[in-house]
């Protein structure tokens, strides 16, 4: 049921979320840590898909392999 209650908050910025998963990935944005590099021009990003986004700056529109994270 679609009600529109939102009761995951931000407590470093006014957003809040119907969805505790959506208010994790929100709070990468407020953090320092940026995993995601172009390997066009080395900008970072905080989320893959902040990344696939820049990319189309460079005039790449598909997208890039995802890394695979080390064992």
Known sequence: VH????PYAC?????????SSNLQL???THSAARPHRCPLCSKAFVMASYL????RTHGTPQRLP????PQ
């Open 3 to 6: 009600t529109g209650e939102r």
């Open 11 to 19: 407590p470093l910025c006014p957003k809040t979320f119907t969805h």
């Open 26 to 28: 929100h709070r990468r």
């Open 52 to 55: 696939q986004r820049h990319l």
């Open 66 to 69: 995802q890394a695979t994270p």
